[in-house]
């Protein structure tokens, strides 16, 4: 007898940093629910982003091809490739009923709705971030709170109003200490009732679904509800990683973004706060994932009551960190820090893959739309460029390498922000190389020595050997990871 096709729940949050579950190792942060996925699953210890930024790691994930491949490597792309097929297209096709809440970012959202692609999602409730950014009821989180009859300038605590410029504007009511709207009335508690929504209308039916879920933190600004921030004591959260004298062997727009604010002098000076502040936007920014926690355990207890649970895989990922003060820098930019490109990925079913499995296998975000192809029974295309996990969830593929090396790269990624970097990351799992393409300076770290990247080994002579080999490598994995099918050979002539 065939299985049953599988439903399928894609919970991904934005600028969530791989460090931050509780149960893989986190003791500042109480993740009761991401925990329990952990315990009924597989979770990927080593995955990374392919890019740092959102719409070139959005742009892989969902179509299993490497950014530079998809011609989608930065934010703020007026239009998405018509050549590109993204995985809930395909499954589309296949007879999946697809629907988002939150966000898709494919394409810019600056001033309006996202201009869409073929994406194959039937049930679209859209909000790029929570603000009030659009006039023409474009964000179905402010039309949701404007049907309950709220105002979100009214209950909103932050101190910026609208994100839609920059310098955002001002909130004549801010206090001085951001603080965000009630949970109840939160983007992400909208993101998870939106979905109950959608698997309600569709559960039971002779169609398998899948939703995505894309709620807008942990991304900056960091504004928890109060009740969030009232959970962590500043006092006890960690500092950032920093050690004195590090910058003198990094690269120039890190020493410049040390002194005028990470993201190209659009988040604050590292040496203008004190530790207590550093400390505070660690609270603020694990209050902000403790809310997700919540709200994902929310759709968690909705899919045990339904009975859809054994049958639907649940995934939990984000598409790229947060640098949160490490190697004084805050937000995110042309860096591959482990706190920027590391990423959480957990899949579980438990009708068919291994429970409490943590997997140290090197695994990338471009893995994700073979596997969901994989695992519908349908053929993996041609044009595919990540390699499924099925083996590794199954166990099948116990003892086997998966990939020796994971690739991610910031080409011009962000307007205003190091337009004139283009880089390659190579991480082999001991030895991450950065190339900075056209510039004399690079990174070289090697992690077995010094995990947290703090000792830039690019210059020193006794790697000079070693860079040259990992610098071919680099180019070699940088050049074959982008080799694109797409056009499908077929003939000899």
């Known amino acids: 007898m065939a299985e049953k096709p599988l439903n399928i729940v894609w919970f ?88 988002l809440s939150g966000k898709l970012h494919l394409t810019s959202a600056q001033g309006r709705m996202e201009t869409r692609t073929d994406d194959g999602y039937t049930y679209m409730q859209w909000s790029e971030h929570p603000n009030d950014d659009w006039l023409h009821g474009e964000n179905d989180y402010q039309n949701w709170l404007r049907e309950k009859g709220l105002k979100w300038a009214d209950i909103y605590g932050g101190k910026y109003t ?23 009335y939160h983007q992400t508690t909208w993101c998870v009732e939106k979905a109950i929504e959608f698997i309600e209308a569709n559960r039971g039916k002779d169609h398998p679904w899948l939703i995505s879920l894309n709620p807008y933190d942990p ?107 490490d190697h004084g820098l805050y937000w995110k930019g042309a860096y591959f820090y482990e706190a920027l490109v590391h990423v959480p990925l957990i899949m579980s079913c438990p009708s068919r893959f291994r429970q409490g499995v943590r997997c140290d296998q090197l695994v990338e975000l471009v893995d994700i739309a073979p596997t969901l192809m994989e695992l519908a029974g349908f053929e993996v295309p041609y044009y595919m460029q990540g390699k499924s996990l099925v083996p590794l969830l199954t166990g099948e593929g116990e003892g086997m390498p998966h990939k020796e090396s994971v690739y991610s790269e910031f080409y011009h990624c962000l307007k205003g922000t190091h337009e ?74």
Request: overall charge negative.
């Open 12 to 99: 991904c949050t934005d600028q969530q940093r791989w460090d931050t579950i509780g149960s893989l190792g986190n003791p500042y942060i109480r993740t009761p629910n991401i925990d329990r996925l952990v315990s009924e699953g597989v979770a990927f210890t080593r995955a990374y982003t392919q890019a740092p930024v959102c719409t070139p790691s959005r742009s892989c994930f969902l179509t299993g091809r490497y950014p530079r491949t998809t011609k989608a490597f930065f934010n703020g792309n007026d239009t998405y490739s018509k050549d590109e097929k993204l995985v809930t297209r395909l499954l589309a096709n296949e007879g999946y009923v697809c629907g």
């Open 162 to 184: 609208s994100m839609a410029t920059w310098p955002p504007t001002p909130n004549p009511n801010f206090t001085g200490k951001t603080v965000g709207v009630p949970a109840e």
């Open 219 to 325: 991304h900056p600004p960091l504004d928890p509800p109060q009740e969030y921030k009232d959970r962590l004591k500043i006092e006890d959260m960690p500092l950032p990683l920093f050690k004195e004298g590090e910058l003198e062997k990094k690269p120039p727009h890190q020493k410049k973004d040390f002194y005028q604010g990470g993201q190209d002098g659009q988040a604050e000076p590292f040496p203008d706060l004190t530790d207590e502040e550093k400390r505070e936007h660690f609270r603020d920014y694990y209050a902000e994932i403790e809310l997700v926690d919540d709200q994902f355990g929310r759709l968690l207890d909705y899919l045990d009551r339904t009975g859809e649970r054994e049958n639907t895989l649940v995934i939990f990922m984000s598409d790229h960190g947060e640098m949160n003060g």
């Open 420 to 493: 004139d970097i283009y880089a390659t990351m190579y991480f082999d799992g001991r030895y991450k190389l950065v190339n900075y393409h056209g510039k004399e300076y690079g990174e070289l770290y090697d992690h077995r020595n010094d995990p947290e990247e703090f000792e830039n080994l690019w210059d020193d002579p006794a790697y000079a050997e070693l860079k040259a080999k990992l610098i071919k490598k680099n180019f070699d994995s940088a050049i074959l990871k982008n080799m694109d099918f797409s056009m499908h050979l077929l003939y000899e002539y």
